[in-house]
């Protein structure tokens, strides 16, 4: 498809009027039986679901107090209606926050609670029938778990998390998205969401090695399976291969050239990315976070830190110290081992760009900001880094550190509007799953609010580079920018702007 | 006594009974379900008096409404308001024995039914003219604002149109109702149709969406502090997994779950 063949979307925005069904459909593409049983799950619909998946409610609403007092407190207010981009993109009503939760919320109702059993038309309680499973299947994968409805709910109801235990539930009962189980079973197999085994990953990194050294004559390694080194980095495995993605790893590599730090990769745990959390199962989330630990045990190394890409952020700030001890303050034996091994002067896990921001602060990193100049350069904050996690341990630090990284590297910087960055910022549309063909329209027009935001920075600030720290927001970003009329050029890993403006030093011995 | 007092004595005590229970039952459950992972939404505050400062911007002045929506903000805030206000009013009626000089000077406090009247029709409005709010709308949802609209009509008709009943007998029987002495009510219908629903929405809190008074205290969201690196904060059923999993800590091989 040329670009010009590719429909364009206007970038005004307005809360639109309900469109009834306008998203109706059924879902993306179903996991196959042998991707289901390869995660443990049933490898079809079951012929009791429905049993099946209300015992499921019942044991996720047992485990999960975020499930049960989310459902139950709901007092319809609706200032989440308008909050969600797949809504204001689709205008499909089952698109509101509280309508998607709905669709959870009324099963709960007819099935737990006094009132739904007794008087369910007044209180929209409904059977969970095979129409009802079908909405579940098909809206519960038009929610990118992005989080923005819960910064505006008064009483803090996150939808992301009913939409983790209802994807949790469909594949309790057979019913699974295959775009995440089958990269679920990849990593868990081989290592990376991609099956890239170790010998093609070497071959990729070595390339990459000469590729710099050709273009900037110093030799900046990308090492792997290095014992001993001071840092595991854990990155997403489409830093490897996609662009604008791979600009960021060699970002990395030439930031840690600079750093004198010692470093490694691990073909082991060759995948930051967690989509154990998309499907809100904790078992398969944190196999993939034990990958990670194991990779850092036998590594033998003094710190992780974790490349860009905003989910895998949010699992390995919020989620790995509870799901494998890495992190501090674990007084079993389990972290404890772990933890005595770590070096305790540094947050564990760090993110790259609190590493590279340490170093900027302590004036270890040069830059040449005129490298940068035909750039103007505005900030995406992805969901996950913006409402899941921090950087840098102060206040809102989620914001400013990677902020300070691009000016560090730029000398022209200018913010989005400010209802759409920070807490408030809009998803790329792709997250949370979504990222695959089979929803290419919804992905499309769920980008509509960003791209809006983003619109109006090219004409009033001339931006013309949109920066990222999400490897998901990357590839999304570069598949729907032509739709809204954008260069699909025009988005690169922050560590692309540290790339192209940092001053390396051609002796490698620093 | 007469049946009617009978009748609405004995659904005060049946209502109190379930709010007691009812709720006591929601809020243990809350209690003991486990919130197996830190959740906590941006703006997450660092500390745990970041986290009290936080939850009172959200009970006092519903900040996160204010940030959402400017005229639910106004709506929901002025009623939720009007209502403790009313509620402090009301002390005096079923206050046994002497009565507190502070209880003596709320009675200023009645104006609040006005900013109450104001907050609630604007709710209803929103629900029936926003095509968003009213497409979410249960029957419910409509019954719950008409009740506490009936709730506070009544109670004004009554204050500021003349309609007093003997307030006599209405000091004696809710005196009585918490006493156990229990003595008639007057029946004028406008007074029976001002505790009638007061009564059914007391019953009812524990099994409706009133549950979000509680639920904003339990929304790991909003009550947790942003220290997942600093803390290791784990449940007890993942924590039990942990143990039956039986990693072997010297080889470094981890089983998985």
């Not at chain 2, 206050?95 to 209803?124: D, N, Q, V």
Request: contains cysteine; charged residues 20%; glycine residues 6%.
């Amino acid at each position: 498809m040329s670009i010009n063949s590719i429909e364009k979307f206007p970038t005004y925005l307005a809360i639109p009027p309900l469109k009834k069904d306008s998203m109706a459909g059924n879902g993306p593409f179903k996991a196959s039986i042998e991707i289901q049983k390869d995660l443990g799950f049933p490898g079809e619909k079951v012929d009791n679901w429905q049993q099946v998946a209300i015992n499921k409610i019942a044991e996720t609403k047992s485990k999960y107090r975020s499930v049960q007092v989310f459902l139950d407190s709901c007092m319809k207010c609706g200032v989440c209606t308008d909050k969600c981009h797949y809504y204001l993109g689709t205008a499909d009503p089952k698109n509101m926050p509280v309508a998607r939760q709905d669709l959870f919320r009324s099963v709960y109702r007819r099935h737990f609670t006094f009132a739904g059993k007794y008087f369910p038309k007044l209180v929209g309680a409904k059977d969970f029938d095979e129409d009802m499973l079908d909405d579940w299947y098909n809206y519960f994968h038009q929610c990118s778990q992005c989080r923005r409805c819960a910064v505006f709910c008064p009483i803090g109801i996150d939808t992301a998390e009913i939409s983790m235990a209802a994807r949790e539930i469909m594949n309790a009962i057979g019913v699974g998205q295959k775009y995440p189980n089958q990269i679920l079973g990849k990593i868990n197999k081989i290592g990376n969401n991609l099956g890239m085994p170790e010998p093609a990953l070497r071959d990729t990194l070595a390339d990459l090695e000469e590729e710099i050294e050709e273009e900037t004559g110093a030799s900046v390694k990308l090492p792997l399976d290095i014992k001993n080194s001071e840092v595991l980095m854990v990155t997403p495995s489409a830093d490897f291969f996609a662009e604008p993605h791979i600009d960021g790893l060699i970002g990395y590599a030439k930031v840690f050239h600079q750093s004198g730090v010692s470093w490694t990769l691990s073909s082991y745990a060759s995948e930051a990315a967690n989509f154990g959390m998309f499907i809100g199962n904790y078992d398969v989330m944190r196999q993939g976070a034990l990958r990670i630990r194991k990779a850092a045990l036998d590594l033998n190394v003094k710190r992780v830190v974790v490349g860009e890409c905003g989910h895998a952020w949010r699992v390995a700030y919020s989620f790995w110290n509870t799901l494998t001890g890495l992190g501090s303050g674990g007084s079993d034996e389990y972290s404890l081992k772990l933890q005595n091994q770590l070096d305790s002067n540094y947050p564990q896990p760090q993110h790259m760009i609190e590493f590279t921001y340490d170093l900027i602060q302590r004036d270890k990193l040069s830059f040449d900001k005129s490298k940068n100049d035909h750039r103007v350069v505005t900030f995406h904050d992805s969901c996950n880094v913006a409402r899941g996690s921090n950087m840098g341990d102060i206040e809102n630090g989620q914001f400013i550190l990677p902020r300070e990284v691009i000016k560090a590297a730029c000398n022209n910087f200018s913010d989005m509007h400010k209802s759409t960055i920070k807490s408030a910022t809009f998803c790329c549309g792709g997250g949370g799953g979504l990222l695959t063909d089979d929803l290419i329209d919804l992905r499309i027009k769920g980008a509509k609010p960003r791209m809006h935001a983003l619109k109006r920075s090219e004409q009033d600030n001339g931006v013309n580079t949109l920066a990222a720290i999400c490897a998901i927001c990357k590839s999304q970003f570069s598949k729907v920018l032509p739709n809204y009329d954008f260069d699909p050029y025009m988005i690169v890993s922050v560590h692309q702007l540290v790339s192209d403006a940092i001053i390396l030093t051609k002796d490698s011995e620093t | 006594m007469s049946l009617i007092s009978i009748f609405f004595t004995l659904f005060f005590y049946f209502s109190v009974l379930i709010f007691i229970t009812g709720l006591s039952y929601k809020v243990v459950q809350y209690w003991n379900t486990p919130a197996p992972l830190k959740i906590p939404i941006a703006p997450a505050p660092l500390t745990k008096s970041g986290v009290f400062l936080r939850l009172a911007k959200e009970v006092f002045l519903f900040a996160t409404l204010f940030k959402s929506s400017k005229w639910t903000w106004l709506f929901g805030w002025s009623f939720h308001l009007a209502l403790v206000l009313l509620f402090f009013r009301h002390l005096v009626y079923f206050w046994p024995g002497e009565i507190p000089l502070i209880l003596l000077k709320t009675e200023p406090l009645k104006y609040a039914a006005y900013p109450l009247i104001f907050g609630l029709i604007g709710l209803l409005g929103r629900r029936i003219f926003v095509d968003r709010v009213r497409y979410i709308s249960a029957p419910s949802d409509y019954l719950m604002l008409l009740l506490i609209i009936l709730i506070g009509a009544s109670g004004m008709l009554m204050t500021f149109a003349n309609n007093h009943p003997n307030m006599l007998l209405v000091k004696n029987f809710a005196e009585g109702l918490i006493t156990f002495q229990w003595s008639e009510l007057p029946k004028e219908a406008i007074f029976l149709a001002h505790i009638f629903p007061v009564f059914f929405l007391i019953a009812i809190f524990p099994i409706s969406k009133l549950l979000h008074g509680p639920g904003i205290f339990f929304a790991p969201t909003l009550n947790q502090v942003d220290d997942a690196r600093k803390k290791r904060h784990i449940s007890n059923w993942a924590m039990q997994k942990e143990k039956n999993t039986k990693i072997d800590l010297d080889h470094n091989q981890d089983k998985g779950s």
